[in-house]
């Protein structure tokens, strides 16, 4: 169990900026990810997230300026 224990330690004070930047945005990465995937998975949403199932594919289109239609 110590090896094990040895394998997962972290020298903290060793951590560069870098090492720091990475790790906290590693963990807010997957705090994100989650707070998604309960979002996404609630049963209560469902009903919203149905109605823009299709937003991508809808056939209106913005005014992208050109009259001409080419």
Do not use: Q
Not at 25 to 47: D, E, S
């Amino acid at each position: 169990m110590s090896s094990l224990k040895e394998y997962f330690s972290t020298d903290w004070a060793a951590m560069t900026a870098t090492d720091w930047v990475g790790t906290i945005l590693t963990v807010v990465i997957f705090i994100l990810m989650v707070i998604a995937y309960v979002y996404a998975y609630r049963p209560g949403n469902k009903a919203k997230l149905e109605e823009r199932k299709y937003l991508v594919d809808d056939d209106e289109r913005l005014d992208s300026g050109d009259k001409n239609g080419g």
